[in-house]
């Protein structure tokens, strides 16, 4: 992209041209600028300074052990009680059978949340790590909201850092970045009243950090936030990459509004997730990667952003249901054709990568075409 910066962002391009960082308030001008293609720009130049032409996906595979919660979060579609119909959580043999089946079909990851189960016992926990990871060490496990560990810790009846201690020395690889919802304080208690503060779920993942681990992070948008709420958001996960270095990778997640109780009758438009992505890769120096959620914006528009400052389209996912169950009306799944014919397509080379982000093949030339 080439296009006419206007004189009111000059300031702004000269400081991320020379790598220096963006303010609070410079990052909520770019997010009320409305000049979508400079900002888009922008966002190019820092992504490609970082990653120069490549674009990432990973070959993995969603799925929850249950929905059944004993939080009522006012956002969440997904979340059940035992009372409900179509609640439901699975034995460890069914997700060690999950596992091998997409073990079998090259899948890296498998990637597992839930809702807070009123009734099962710690050794649940443990025994699914444990009884995944033997299925084959080289499968990455990346597994827990910080509001499960916390709730893991109350089940165990011992200190967080210990829990993340064990999980870890169980063949945990990764927690998920899920739950980060928005920070603001007033607006967390207006869409998800009773799940855990700002501070726990920065603390969950310092610790992890801390320990040697690695994770993603997230926020939601488009629901009853300010832009500002954005920035703050950001500005406190930046300035947890500051202190540790231990986030992979950050994930926006536009908010989708269907079987829930929040009053927005529709999700964000493609302007406003193309202006986040954007605004994330110009404030968010010290993140390597930005994901495009292509569950959450669709396919197609996760390619443009690929040119507005993400690198990442994120998964194939194969059974995706939070989102789902919240009116996302994208595909279940992608094959990893899908994603290297998309990335290729929006102008990139495309890379596969494991959990951390790590390339683990590039796909470059003819056989990329012949693989599409």
């Known amino acids: 992209m080439n296009f006419f910066i206007p004189d009111e962002l000059r300031g702004i391009r000269e400081k991320t041209a020379l790598g220096q960082r963006i303010d609070e308030a410079e990052a909520l001008q770019l997010l009320e600028c409305g000049d979508l293609n400079a900002l888009g ?6 992504n490609r300074r970082k990653n120069n032409n490549r674009a990432s996906y990973i070959l993995n595979r969603y799925f929850n052990y249950s929905n059944y919660c004993i939080l009522s979060c006012q956002f969440c579609a997904f979340s059940r009680k035992k009372r409900d119909a179509d609640g439901f959580e699975l034995a460890i043999p069914d997700m060690v059978q999950k596992a091998r089946e997409a073990l079998s079909i090259g899948i890296t990851e498998l990637h597992i949340v ?12 443990t025994e699914m790590i444990r009884e995944l990871k033997a299925v084959d060490e080289r499968l990455q496990l990346k597994c827990f909201t910080a509001i499960e560990i916390l709730h893991l810790a109350w089940l165990a009846k011992k200190p967080m850092p210990e829990v993340l201690a064990e999980l870890k020395s169980l063949g945990l690889d990764s927690l998920t970045g899920g739950g980060a919802e928005i920070f603001r304080r007033e607006v967390r208690s207006r869409i998800a009243r009773g799940k855990e503060t700002a501070e726990e779920y920065l603390d969950v993942h310092r610790t992890w950090h801390k320990l040697g681990g690695r994770s993603t992070c997230t926020m939601l948008f488009g629901h009853l936030e300010t832009l500002g709420d954005r920035v703050d958001h950001m500005r406190q996960l930046r300035e947890l990459q500051d202190e540790t270095g231990g986030f992979t990778g950050f994930i926006p997640l536009p908010y989708q509004p269907d079987n829930n109780e929040i009053p927005v009758e529709h999700s964000p438009t493609g302007f406003d997730m ?11 120096d010290n993140f390597d990667h930005i994901t495009a959620y292509w569950v959450g914006m669709g396919m197609k528009l996760a390619q443009v952003a690929l040119n507005y400052g993400a690198d990442d389209v994120h998964g194939t996912i194969l059974e995706e249901k939070i989102f789902h169950m919240a009116g996302a009306d994208t595909p279940q799944l992608q094959t990893e054709t899908d994603m290297i014919k998309a990335i290729r397509e929006a102008g990139r080379v495309p890379v596969q990568r494991d959990t951390f982000y790590e390339p683990v093949r590039e796909w470059a030339g003819e056989e990329a075409l012949a693989k599409a």
């Open 114 to 125: 839930g809702g807070l189960h009123p009734s099962l016992p710690f050794s649940y926990y």
């Open 274 to 284: 193309l202006r986040t992505i954007a605004v994330a890769r110009l404030y968010l």
């Open 41 to 46: 720009q922008l966002a190019d130049d820092a």
